[in-house]
């Protein structure tokens, strides 16, 4: 195995070296590297104290962000590398941190505090990989493996349950036995977690590339019931529809599956459904219907990652998504398509007939998505066509309504309005000359 090493990290380990030190990247980097993945950052360990790594990088820009914790941030144009003596744990009370860290001279004690087998192993060019816990072996079985006793390592911090299956779902491997147990066993210590590291770890979840597998195992090992708990009524919900072969549950990981790794779009697929248990009528004949489900799933959607301290430029995409994704459904013509356009942009309208046609591809296995194809088609052409949708395209704007004689205020927009309604049925109408004249006929001045 070849381990070719930025400059930018080979320059920290030279010169540790090069102060009688020992050095070498650590974890993750190793981990992904063996797998052929290029690292997304790298880690370098070390038996130099943090005073001592600040001196030697004295000419470098350094950050004392972990200091207490003997992690110095080495800074250069190429990247940032978190340098961090070898340590070992103290005891952990809080299910989150060690109460304290001891420094220590031995790499050993650094791998062994270390989470999983898979990211417990060090290199360096001298030395070659170092792995006292088998874990290429454990990266060869595709296993996560708890380093040590698993017990010890859920009790230690309790975020390893979703870090467990966070790896799982990206790397798509299995969890091995005793530390699915464990997890299992430790999963609802998972509620004293900060909600913005589980949140963190769930949306890694959903943008790996199978993210039904992540969330199976989130339900198996107990922690779905805990951090979306909304969830846990779509599992095995009957939805006594001929147009649907799959309980809600199956459904909506089948629409997870079929979108494309967007974590708004992934999110909105997570949602789409999640009230249709709580919207389910049966009518006459036996059928089941979700009148409102979409209105209802958006709210609900909002609330939860509201709960979980999500940004509100995402909540309220991902609302937006579910709140119209049933307009897959309406006989839309050119009109109530640029409406469409208009409420999305020209890029969010495709994340919309994304999610669409995986919803429609996940009801039955006779669903044809023809009708949606179609639609996408003619959005392009609109677009591509550069036919009004919005106001801003019209050939006349609020300035121009003004200098016609109309006061500032409510009555400049209500006017725009019109106009758009009248250019959306009839875009030939887009001229300003034209526009001037519905606006004097609809609109008298004083």
């Known amino acids: 195995m070849v381990f070719n090493i930025p400059i930018y990290v080979e320059i920290i380990i ?10 070498y990247i650590v974890g993750g980097s190793v981990r992904d590297i063996l797998i052929g993945r290029d ?18 990088f004295k000419d470098f820009t350094t950050l004392e962000v972990g ?26 009370i809080d299910g989150r941190r060690p109460e304290k860290v001891y ?45 040590g006793n698993p017990h010890e390592r859920m009790r230690e911090d309790y975020l390893r349950i979703m870090r467990a299956i966070r790896f799982a779902a990206q790397l798509e491997f299995s969890i091995d036995d005793s530390t699915f147990e464990s997890c299992k066993l430790y999963s609802e210590h998972i509620a004293t977690i900060s909600i913005e590291r589980i949140r963190e770890e769930f949306f890694k979840i959903l943008l790996s590339k199978t993210p039904s597998y992540g969330i199976r195992l989130m339900k198996d090992i107990g ?16 939805q006594h ?3 649907h072969d799959k309980d809600v549950f199956e459904h909506i990981l089948c629409v997870l599956d079929k979108t494309s790794p967007n974590l708004h779009l992934r999110l909105a697929a997570l949602f789409h459904d999640i009230g249709k248990p709580y919207t389910l009528t049966i009518d006459e004949k036996g059928v089941g219907h979700f009148y409102g489900h979409d209105k209802l799933g958006a709210k609900m959607a909002k609330e939860i ?19 119209k994704h049933m307009t897959q459904h309406a006989n839309l013509k050119e009109k109530g398509l640029k409406k469409l356009l208009s409420i999305f942009g020209e890029d969010e309208i495709f994340t919309l007939l994304e999610l669409q046609k995986a919803d429609r591809s996940c009801s039955n296995e006779e669903a044809d998505i023809k009708d949606l194809l179609e639609r996408e088609g003619k959005i392009k052409d609109i677009i591509e066509n ?61």
Request: proline content about 3%; cysteine-free.
């Open 223 to 238: 922690v779905l019931d805990i951090i979306l708990p909304e969830m846990i009524k779509a599992i095995g919900f009957d």
């Open 386 to 446: 550069k036919e009004v949708y919005e106001k801003n395209q019209l050939a006349i704007n609020g300035y121009d309504v003004i200098e016609l004689g109309y006061k500032q205020g409510k009555i400049i927009g209500e006017i725009l309005d019109y106009l758009l309604e009248k250019v959306l049925e009839k875009p030939e109408l887009n001229d300003k000359k034209k526009l001037i004249e519905i606006i004097k006929e609809k609109f008298k001045l004083n």
């Open 103 to 147: 420094f220590s001279k031995n790499i050993l004690d650094d791998l062994s505090r270390r989470d999983f087998t898979i990211n417990a192993m060090a290199y360096n060019k001298k030395i070659g990989v170092i792995d006292y816990f088998n874990g290429k072996e454990d990266l060869e079985k595709k296993t996560i493996r708890a380093v």
């Open 241 to 243: 529809n001929p147009h």
């Open 14 to 23: 030279d010169r540790l070296e090069e102060k009688g030190f020992d050095a």
């Open 67 to 92: 200091k207490k914790f003997g992690t110095v941030v080495v800074v250069q144009d190429e990247g940032i590398v978190e340098v961090t003596t070898f340590r070992a744990d103290g005891e952990y």
């Open 39 to 56: 690292p997304s950052d790298f880690d370098v360990t070390t038996d130099a104290l943090p005073e001592e790594i600040e001196e030697i």
């Open 305 to 323: 990652l509201q709960r979980w301290k999500a940004p509100n430029e995402l909540v309220e995409k991902v609302r937006l998504l579910i709140y």
